[in-house]
């Protein structure tokens, strides 16, 4: 596709449970970005992948949450032990080098109930 | 991370050329500036960024204060799609500056027609 992909668009789960949310980068992209933007408010970094690497999870907010990139291209954020104030939209990022123009995906929206 | 302040919300009229201040006293020699906005329901997009002179594109015109404290985004002739909240970033070019974009609440523009 043209564009970032992440998929769930929505994605409603217990508390407690498991979730792991998908992104697909713009092909050839080799920086990638996770954020999550709760209503009203600006998105909020959680990690950033150069390549296969996390070059900065500092934005991670705890122990509950991981993320990997395999291969390079696609990532996967996965959260563990659900609690309802993880409900946000979670937005990934893809940009062609480090500091270059981000291009964002729809986002995923995750509800916990 | 550099700080940004921008004022919470603006109006303009359809066809009628907007300007978004943005405040940014303790940018740094080699940051950026760069502008995103959201549309309601989507992921950010990239709208324009500079450094020192200003910047024309398809979309809008970066205007940067001599002293790189302060930046205006213009919007020369607002249409009902441009609706959207703008976010003013800072972003380092130095090895040791922040690969990621910084997001603040930015300000939220409503076009009447």
């Known amino acids: 596709g043209a564009g970032v992909s992440q998929t769930p668009s929505n994605k409603v789960t217990e508390k407690g449970k498991y979730v792991e949310l998908r992104c697909d980068p713009i092909s050839g992209h080799t920086a990638l970005y996770w954020y999550r933007q709760s209503l009203g408010q600006g998105p909020e970094f959680l990690i950033y992948f150069q390549g296969t690497g996390a070059a900065d999870d500092s934005g991670l907010p705890n122990d509950r949450f991981f993320a990997v990139r395999p291969e390079g291209s696609v990532s996967t954020l996965k959260i563990q032990r659900t609690e309802r104030g993880d409900s946000a939209v979670y937005l990934c990022?893809?940009?062609?080098?480090?500091?270059?123009?981000?291009?964002f995906g729809q986002g995923t929206r995750l509800t916990v109930v | 991370d550099a700080k940004t302040t921008q004022p919470n919300s603006m109006e303009s009229n359809e066809e009628e050329p907007v300007h978004l201040p943005c405040n940014h006293s303790t940018i740094s020699g080699t940051d950026y500036i760069h502008w995103y906005r959201q549309l309601p329901s989507q992921g950010p997009e990239y709208v324009i960024h500079?450094?020192?002179s200003n910047v024309n594109n398809r979309m809008a015109s970066l205007a940067i204060a001599e002293d790189r404290k302060s930046s205006t985004l213009i919007l020369h002739r607002a249409t009902l799609r441009d609706a959207a909240v703008y976010y003013c970033i800072l972003r380092g070019l130095t090895q040791g500056g922040s690969e990621k974009l910084v997001f603040g609440k930015g300000t939220k523009l409503t076009v009447n027609p």
């Open positions: 990022a893809s940009s062609l080098y480090s500091r270059g123009e981000a291009f």
């Open positions: 500079g450094l020192t």
